[in-house]
């Protein structure tokens, strides 16, 4: 398991890029500024990694 991972929680790797969006929306809502977001969340690292490489 990651570092900042809760128990249970599935790594963000694994998801589908639908799965991560909505386990996005369920944690921070839907319209959300992804600077504002906590870096060392392991959702919003995969999230941001993604929207990097243009997924």
Known sequence: ???GSMPGERD???M???ELHEE???RYG????LR???ADD???V???DRISRGQ
């Open 1 to 3: 398991m990651r570092s």
């Open 12 to 14: 963000p790797k694994a």
């Open 16 to 18: 589908s890029d639908e």
């Open 24 to 26: 996005m929306e369920k």
């Open 30 to 33: 839907n319209d959300f500024d």
């Open 36 to 38: 504002e977001l906590d």
């Open 42 to 44: 392991p959702l919003v």
């Open 46 to 48: 995969e999230f941001a």
